[in-house]
């Protein structure tokens, strides 16, 4: 029930003046959302220059095994296993976590509910001192004794527990430490996330007026602080074996190691619905603006959402099919993986619904939302081959699942940023990005991405297994070397064309033609401020009056009507 | 600048102030973080036998007395939220200085507990028994102290007529702490 | 199709290669019809001067139907995908047909301890054999193998039988295979181990009966000792 709020014209309450905050109180210091907002959206995306790198470090091994990688030196097995651990971590915990949940949260929600800040800002401030922390231990762990943890992402013991057996004692501990410090931001994160959305609605705006990408991202957060516990636990523990001397999950003195997997992977599955969500949502508002249609059944998504959350709790062990579980559990978990696929079609369903009868316009915000679609279904029916688990005997630890996974995260993580940054870039910055940068940036981004990965399933297909620094070593595999040297093209191509959009990003940031408040012509709220909005958001917080979504409403002469026009 | 409450701090779309929200969210994150840790030790005493054997050697006297002083500094914070209620903050910031000093019994009780214990030689390291005693009390008198300090704080504050919605906040978070406690003294002290 | 890449080298390898094809039909039908539609879509509403979205919310019955029966239809088809799934996964890891020759596989950083039980058919016994990344085992025989590992956790697989499993330090997992063409073959280790997981490849040799039985009958320590020592008399 909305009660009425008599907006303050001064939203910081009483007559003094504000000066104006210096350079880095303003900037490095903030409490308002949307300068921590921006924090958590650069580091993430100066951390995906760092994953990208080596991701380009180890593929270039891969392909040309042995080489002096340029700008790298020689990937040495020690070093391979330690680039392929951090550049999963990091893409996973440094990348899409921050990008799409926490910056594009903290930007976002307030804005579109219609009011002046998170409500606990300070909170909010602590959360992204404590993720940068996390990101300072994780890059001192690269250059410790020992170098960086080389574990692979899952870290699973006793390999991570006993510095005899991974060589990389002190990084394993570091990277322990800064995903621990990763989650409590989050935890703190989602505490504002959640409060906020839920309660400082603008007045007049129903549950079922809430913009789509704000429901996802309340529903990510909940599953995010529901599944985390059991894996800050298991950390705990992970980390007293490697340091203080227990046997949690030591076998030799009582331990058990299939703990620590059932801790990890009842976060882990959990886990990529926290980053899939919001990147559907954003895809929800670009389409909808767009295609100058309703979003269609939005509370059929909605129920598709729940629903989804809440399964996804039940199918974790997939991920454990022949790790030596009772076999009789999977075939449990290889019911509720398969069953979690209708959710998902739905889902996928309903935006293509949207589409039709829809008057569809193809700029660059537009072009990156569509292609979320049309490569997250490749991700999503590989992983049916993945979650049947007879299947699964086959496919477990080889490169199909690697090539599932990044056309599932690869959309999320890279797609939905691209799609975010550039659909909200004026009113982030109140200036427009080059539309025609965008557009080659977009090509020769999705193009090369496929090349990468149709391969890989290929190479995966044949046997190809994961986390091998030299597939020369293996008579079966040499044939199929030559899916490894297009790959690693693929992946160059690619690299070539990112810096088109480092250009265009940060040449429109100083001097991109000034946007107006909304260029997109778009419905929610945050079209309305001012771009960019100033601290407080509005001089006087809006009144909603009809849902975010209603576009080419018959008779009436504009095609869109936003939501706190009152009539 | 930043000492002013945004707007969006003073409404309740959803019903419930925001503070109490949060709170509750707090809660539900440590209840999944404790769980973990709770559900793991259940599955590994399940499974070995030799858990039993050595859980025969928690002092099951000092446990109870610990639960009683954090039961009865519970009923203190109730008390507190009562005076709060009422609008009495000199009193609920005596009822939460009760509170604190049972917690901070509860402490000392544990350290002369641990510090016997570690003498008798189970250590962290003697068993996966002792491995998960030391680190889910550990774990929760952590909790513990931190919310000794926290209510120190809104006492402070109670003290002068500041901020009394935040005693009812703290008391909240202080069953949580006393409800973990319930299920850790019976995995680890009754059932022998 | 992944017999294309690699042959099928056991008993149930065609067995995981149909359900993979008859997974690949099926969503292979959903994907082409979703992204038919998705680009058709896109086409033919493309933005065209005078002609105006449709107002659809999506929430009547005549609209949601579009929604609805592909979504029933693509629970029948994982049903029939479930049941292919669980049937496969059960010849092959709940079911443990009686074994005609058992041998220990273990693991460690980083290489594979392959034992076999010798001529008298029984492990630890002085006759067994023990190779380093080299197996042998004879085509059309039923074996069981138990996996063990000295340190960490490792995984194993031969692909061209379809077959992987993980090695568990401080227990003993038992899987079956039959071998059903000769030849020589790679086994992997697709677990991460530490820096020498790469170098944990192995090969197995699938023997006709008269090649086992030589090749155990070279091996075998007492066969071998026997026959170089003096014939003695056994009380």
């Known amino acids: 029930m909305a009660e009425s709020i008599q907006a303050h014209p001064h939203p910081h309450g009483g007559p003094h003046a504000h000066e104006e905050p210096g350079f880095f109180r303003k900037y490095f210091y903030s409490t308002d959302h949307k300068i921590i907002a921006m924090q958590y959206l650069f580091t993430g995306m100066a951390m995906a220059l760092v994953a990208g790198f080596m ?17 790298y030196g020689l990937v040495t097995p020690n070093r391979y296993n330690t680039l392929v651990t951090n550049h999963g971590a990091i893409m996973v915990f440094w990348v899409a976590m921050p990008v799409l949940l926490a910056g594009f949260a903290n930007y976002l929600i307030p ?6 800040d998170m409500v606990f800002p300070k909170l909010n401030r602590l959360s992204y001192q404590i993720f940068f922390l996390s990101v300072l231990v994780l890059i001192a762990s690269f250059v410790v004794p020992g170098g960086g943890f080389g574990g692979a992402w899952t870290s699973y013991p006793p390999l991570s527990s006993r510095g005899s057996f991974s060589l990389t004692p002190l990084g394993a501990s570091m990277w322990l430490v800064a995903v621990a410090l990763e989650f409590v931001a989050f935890l703190m994160g989602g505490i504002n996330f959640v409060t906020t959305a839920m309660n400082s609605r603008a007045p007049g705006m129903r549950m079922y007026d809430v913009p789509i990408v704000v429901w996802m991202i309340v529903v990510a957060s909940i599953l995010f602080m529901a599944s985390v516990g059991p894996l800050i636990a298991g950390a705990i523990m992970l980390f007293m074996d490697q340091n203080v001397g227990t046997a949690f999950f030591d076998p030799t003195r009582g331990g058990d190691p299939i703990l620590w997997q059932h801790l990890f992977w009842f976060f882990g599955h959990p886990e990529v619905y926290v980053v899939l969500l919001p990147a559907i949502g954003i895809t929800a508002e670009i389409i909808t603006v767009f295609s100058r249609k309703k979003l269609f059944a939005y509370k059929t998504v909605l129920y598709t959402v729940f629903g989804t959350g809440v399964l996804s709790f039940t199918v974790w062990a997939h991920h454990q099919f022949i790790a030596g579980i009772d076999p009789r559990m999977a075939n449990v978990f290889t019911i509720t993986t398969l069953l979690i696929s209708i959710p998902i079609a739905e889902m996928m369903f309903v ?4 589409l039709y009868g829809g008057s569809i316009t193809l700029a660059t915000p537009m072009l990156w939302a569509l292609a979320f679609i049309a490569e997250f279904l ?11 688990s007879g299947a699964d005997i086959y496919f477990h630890d080889t490169y199909f699942v690697l090539a599932h996974f990044h056309y599932t995260f690869y959309p999320i993580a890279i797609i939905g940023t691209f799609a975010g940054v550039t659909y909200w870039f004026p009113k982030m910055f109140g200036r427009m990005m080059n539309d025609t940068l965008g557009k080659i940036h977009f090509w020769g981004t999705i193009i090369p991405f496929n090349f990468i990965f149709i391969p890989l399933f290929i190479f995966g297909m044949g046997g190809g297994h994961r986390r091998i620094y030299d597939f020369t070593n293996f008579p079966e595999l040499v044939p199929l070397q030559k899916y490894n040297v297009i790959a690693t093209c693929g992946l160059l191509v690619m690299l070539v064309f990112q810096p088109i959009f480092l250009f265009n990003f940060f040449r429109s940031l100083f001097r991109g033609p000034k946007a107006e408040k909304n260029p997109w012509k778009a419905n929610t709220l945050e079209w309305t401020a001012e771009s960019p909005p100033p601290h407080g958001n509005w001089p006087e917080l809006p009144t909603v009056y009809r849902g975010p979504y209603e576009y080419s409403v018959p008779g009436r002469e504009l095609d869109y009507w936003p939501q706190n026009a009152p009539n | 600048m930043s000492a002013a409450r945004p707007i969006a701090n003073t409404r309740s779309a959803a019903g419930m102030p925001t503070g109490r929200l949060a709170v509750w969210w707090v809660i539900a994150s440590e209840i999944v973080i404790f769980g973990g840790i709770i559900a793991s030790y259940v599955m590994f005493r399940l499974s070995h036998d030799a858990f039993t054997a050595a859980a025969a050697n928690t002092n099951t006297w000092i446990g109870a007395f610990n639960t009683f002083v954090l039961l009865t500094s519970s009923l203190f914070a109730v008390l507190g939220h009562k005076a709060a209620e009422e609008g009495n903050g000199p009193k609920a910031a005596r009822m939460l200085y009760l509170t604190s000093l049972g917690g901070l019994t509860f402490l000392v009780v544990k350290s002369f507990e641990w510090t016997h214990e570690i003498r008798e030689g189970f250590t962290i390291t003697s068993s996966t028994f002792w491995s998960f ?32 919605h935040r005693v009812e906040l703290i008391g909240i978070y202080w069953h949580f702490v006393d409800v973990v406690w319930i299920f850790l003294f019976p995995l680890l002290y009754i059932a022998k | 199709m992944i017999e294309s890449l690699l042959p099928q080298a056991s008993s149930y390898a065609h067995r995981i290669d149909n359900l993979f094809s008859l997974i ?26 005078g002609v105006r979205a449709q107002y659809i919310t999506g929430e009547l019955k005549s609209e949601k139907k579009w929604i609805t029966y592909p979504h029933l239809l693509v629970l029948v088809c994982d049903i029939f995908i479930i049941y292919g799934a669980i049937t496969v996964w059960y010849q092959i890891k709940q079911d443990l047909p009686p074994a005609q020759q058992t041998i220990r596989v273990i693991g460690q950083q980083w290489a594979w301890t392959f034992v076999d039980p010798g001529p008298d058919g029984k492990l630890d016994t002085p006759d067994d054999i023990a190779k380093v990344n080299e197996l042998h085992v004879q085509v059309d025989r039923l074996y069981h193998f138990t996996l063990e590992s000295k340190d960490v956790l490792h995984s194993f697989s031969v692909p061209v039988f379809r077959l992987k499993q993980d090695v568990i330090p401080g227990r ?5 295979f039959t071998p059903t063409k000769t030849g020589e073959y790679d086994i992997q280790c697709v677990e991460i181990c530490g820096i020498g997981h790469g170098l944990m490849g192995a090969r197995i040799h699938v023997e006709t009966q008269e090649q086992h039985a030589a090749w155990v009958a070279q091996n075998s320590p007492v066969s071998v000792a026997a026959a170089s020592a003096p014939p003695a008399a056994q009380e």
């Open chain 1, 378 to 388: 490749i991700g999503g029916v590989t992983g049916i081959f993945l979650g049947a």
């Open chain 3, 24 to 49: 690949f039909w099926v969503v292979g039908f959903w994907f082409v019809l979703s992204e038919a539609v998705f680009f058709w879509l896109i086409f033919r509403f493309r933005k065209r001067d």
């Open chain 2, 133 to 164: 005693y030391y680190t889910a009390c550990g774990l929760h008198a952590l909790h513990v102290l931190g919310g000794v300090i926290i209510m120190l704080i809104v006492a402070a504050d109670a003290r002068k007529y500041l901020e009394l």
């Open chain 1, 55 to 71: 991701s380009y470090a180890f593929r270039m091994q891969l392909a040309f095994p042995g080489m002096h990688v340029p700008l």
């Open chain 1, 111 to 116: 804005l579109m509910i219609g009011c002046d």
């Open chain 1, 351 to 354: 935006y293509i619904a949207t």
């Open chain 3, 172 to 176: 003993v997992i038992t899987g079956w």
